[in-house]
C-alpha cells in the first residue's frame, strides 16, 4: 500500500485551558475525499485550520507528502502552496480584480511567469462559468461567483490537497448547488485529494470516500461514506443524521 | 469694523498665512512618515524597537505641544542643539504628530479583518508579501479618516507656534493687535485665513476618504 497523503496522528489542540480537539488520529489517501461531520462546535473547522497552519496544536504529528510538519512559520509558508483552503467568507481580496486575486499566488508566491500562468487559469475560469469576469472587482459579484473565485485562487497554485471550511455556509441555497457541483467535479473528473467541512448532507453523501464524525472534539467514528449514510455506527451519529432531516 | 485697517494688515497675513502653511505641510508630511513608521514597528511587533515606539508615543501624546516646544526653543541650546524658531516648530509638530498619527495608521491595520490575513496566508504569501499585497493596502485605506482629522488637527495646532515667535499666522495677529489695538479687525482677518485654509480642505479629505474606501472596499 502507498503512503497515505496526510497523517494525522494523536492530535491535540486547546485554547488556554479549553480542550478543543482530542486525540486525533486519520488518515488521507491520495485521491480520497473525507468529509467531516459533527454538531456545531464539535472542533470540524479548528480540525481543518491545524492543517493549514492557521492554528497551532499542541500535541500529535501531522505528516504531509512524507514530510513531518514542524509548525514552523516558513514551512507552512511552503506547505501551504500544495494544500489550498477555501473559507466559508470566501475572503477575495476587494482591492484587487479577479484575475489579481488569482494570479497573485502562482506569480507572487510561486514565481511562475504569468505566460504559463494565464492559459491554467483562464481554463479554472472557464471551468467554473467564470471565465467573463476577470476584470471585475469583488464588490460586482454574488456571493457564489465570490466562491467560486476563491475555489479558482485556490487551485491556481495547483496544490495536492484542498481544504474546504464550510464554503456554502453563507451562501443563498440556489447559490450553494453551483459551489458545490465545482467540488464535486473537482473530485470527480481531476480526482483532487479532498477534506471537507459541510453541513449539506445530500451533497456529503455524493462526495464522501469517507466521514469522519466528531463531537466534543473527538472522532466518534471514521466511516466509509456510502454506509455512514445508512448505518452510522455510533448513536451519536445516528441522532445527528436524524436532527439532519436526513 | 474698519475696512482700511484690515486692507492694511493684508500683506503681513499674506505672510503669515504662507508660513503658516509652509510649517503645517512639513510638519504634516514629517508626521506621517514618522507614523506610519511605528506603526509598522508597533503592527509586526519589531523586538526592541516596539517598546522605544511606545514610550515616544506616550510621551508625545501625553504632554502639551506648548511645553514640547518650550523644551525644543529653551532646554535644546543648553544641551548644545541651537534650532531656529522654524526648526523647532517643525520638529514639535513632526513629533506630536507622529505619535497622533501612528495612532491613526495602527487604527488601520487593527481594522484589517483576520480572514483576509487568513487568506492571503492560505495562498502561501510570506510575511513580506503579506504586508505588500493585504495588511498595507487595506490598512492605509482604513486609516485615512483618523489621518484626515490628525492633518486637520495639526494645522491648527500651528497656532500654538506664537509662543516662540514664529511669525505664523496667529502670531501676526496677536503682534498687529499689540501695536495697533484693532483687536476685532484683526481676529476676524486670523479667523478667515484659517478658515481658507481648513474648511476646502476638509472637504476635499472627506472626498478622499469615501474615493479610497471605494476603490479598495468597494462601499
Known amino acids: 500500500m502507498s503512503t497515505p497523503l496526510l497523517t494525522v496522528s494523536h492530535l491535540e489542540k486547546s485554547y488556554q485551558k479549553t480542550h478543543i480537539l482530542h486525540d486525533i488520529s486519520f488518515d488521507l489517501d491520495a485521491g480520497e475525499v473525507l468529509t467531516l461531520l459533527g454538531p456545531s462546535g464539535s472542533g470540524k473547522s479548528t480540525l481543518l485550520r491545524c492543517l493549514n497552519g492557521l492554528e497551532a496544536f499542541q500535541a500529535g504529528t501531522l505528516t504531509f507528502a512524507g514530510e513531518v510538519i514542524t509548525q514552523k512559520a516558513k514551512q507552512w509558508q511552503q506547505l501551504r502552496q500544495q494544500i489550498g483552503m477555501v473559507f466559508q467568507s470566501y475572503d477575495l ?50 456571493g457564489g461567483q ?44 481531476h480526482q483532487m485529494t479532498m477534506l471537507v467541512v459541510t453541513h449539506e448532507m445530500d451533497f456529503a453523501q455524493q462526495i464522501s470516500d469517507q466521514v469522519l464524525f466528531l463531537a466534543d472534539g473527538r472522532i466518534q467514528e471514521q466511516t466509509p461514506g456510502p454506509q455512514f449514510f445508512k448505518r452510522p455506527q455510533t448513536s451519536r451519529a445516528q441522532n445527528f443524521l436524524a436532527s439532519m432531516d436526513f | 469694523m474698519s475696512w482700511a485697517i484690515i486692507q492694511q494688515s493684508l500683506p503681513l497675513f499674506a505672510k503669515g498665512f504662507v508660513l503658516t502653511l509652509k ?3 512639513l510638519g504634516i508630511i514629517g508626521a506621517i512618515i514618522v507614523g506610519l513608521i511605528c506603526s ?18 506616550e510621551v508625545a501624546r501625553n504632554t502639551p505641544l506648548l511645553i514640547q516646544l518650550f523644551f525644543l526653543y529653551y532646554a535644546f541650546p543648553i544641551l548644545g542643539w541651537r534650532l531656529t524658531a522654524s526648526q523647532c516648530g517643525i520638529i514639535g509638530l513632526i513629533f506630536l504628530g507622529g505619535s497622533y498619527m501612528a495612532a491613526g495608521f495602527t487604527g488601520g491595520f487593527d481594522g484589517i479583518t483576520k480572514s483576509q490575513i487568513e487568506a492571503g496566508q492560505a495562498i502561501g504569501f510570506t510575511r513580506w508579501q503579506l504586508a505588500r499585497y493585504v495588511i498595507l493596502p487595506q490598512g492605509l485605506a482604513l486609516s485615512v479618516p483618523a489621518l484626515a482629522a490628525n492633518v486637520i488637527f495639526l494645522i491648527k495646532e500651528t497656532s500654538i507656534f506664537t509662543v516662540i515667535a514664529i511669525p505664523e499666522l496667529t502670531n501676526t495677529a496677536l503682534d498687529l493687535i499689540g501695536m495697533y489695538y484693532h483687536t476685532n ?15 476646502p480642505l476638509s472637504l476635499i479629505l472627506t472626498y478622499l476618504e469615501r474615493r479610497v474606501r471605494y476603490g479598495t472596499f468597494g462601499h
Do not use: C, H, W
Not at chain 1, 147 to 153: C, G, K, L, M, N
Not at chain 2, 40 to 55: A, G, Q
Open chain 2, 23 to 25: 510649517l503645517a505641510t
Open chain 1, 93 to 142: 481580496f476587494p482591492n484587487r480584480t479577479v484575475l489579481e486575486n488569482i494570479l497573485l499566488g502562482p506569480l507572487k508566491v510561486q514565481k511562475r511567469s504569468r505566460e504559463t500562468v494565464l492559459p491554467e487559469v483562464e481554463k479554472l475560469l472557464q471551468q467554473v462559468g467564470m471565465r467573463d469576469y476577470r476584470d471585475a472587482y469583488p464588490r460586482q459579484l454574488s
Open chain 2, 185 to 199: 479687525e484683526y481676529l476676524f482677518v486670523l479667523v478667515i485665513a484659517y478658515a481658507i485654509i481648513l474648511i
Open chain 2, 40 to 57: 509598522l514597528i508597533y503592527y509586526f511587533k519589531l523586538p526592541i524597537l516596539t517598546p522605544i515606539v511606545t514610550i515616544y508615543t
Open chain 1, 146 to 189: 465570490k466562491q467560486r473565485i476563491a475555489i479558482v485562487r485556490a487551485l491556481a497554485l495547483k496544490p495536492r490537497l484542498m481544504l474546504f471550511d464550510e464554503v456554502t455556509a453563507s451562501l443563498d441555497p440556489e447559490m450553494v448547488r453551483d459551489v458545490l457541483t465545482i467540488i464535486r467535479q473537482l473530485a470527480d473528473t
